[in-house]
């Protein structure tokens, strides 16, 4: 297993930016693909970008492509997901998560694949 622990969410406002960060530690970590989810009240999680721990490519969800941005420290292990232009339907509590493969594939967005998790950190966006 592997440990994540989030920070970095807060409040913005509509057109704003954020950024989160996932600390990542344990045993075999190279040999993950780590993601970030996002869970508003009421829907289903859901799959926000994911990376493999030590490559490429860079999978981002269609509703945050071209605003959000995934990467990595890898020196920290810290894995970054920049923020900007948000919305208010990008509210939602933000999970990093991490599953045991090297590669994250077209099934990354598939939360049953995830076997760690993070506490989650609150980004709220009016």
């Known amino acids: 297993h592997v440990q994540l622990v989030e920070s970095g969410g807060g409040s913005a406002q509509a057109g704003g930016s954020l950024r989160l960060s996932c600390v990542v530690s344990?045993?075999?970590?190279?040999?993950?693909?780590v993601a970030w989810f996002r869970q508003a009240p009421e829907k289903e999680r859901e799959g926000v970008a994911a990376?493999?721990?030590?490559?490429?490519?860079?999978y981002y969800a269609n509703s945050v492509r071209g605003r959000f941005t995934l990467s990595r420290d890898i020196g920290k292990s810290v894995f970054y997901l920049q923020m900007h232009g948000l919305r208010p339907e990008d509210t939602a509590m933000y999970y990093c998560?991490?599953?045991?493969?090297?590669?994250?594939?077209?099934?990354?967005?598939?939360?049953?694949?995830?076997?760690?998790w993070g506490q989650g950190t609150q980004v709220t966006v009016s």
């Open positions: 998560a991490a599953q045991r493969s090297q590669y994250c594939g077209n099934g990354w967005k598939h939360a049953d694949e995830y076997r760690d």
């Open positions: 344990g045993r075999r970590i190279d040999e993950h693909c």
């Open positions: 990376v493999p721990y030590d490559g490429s490519p860079t």
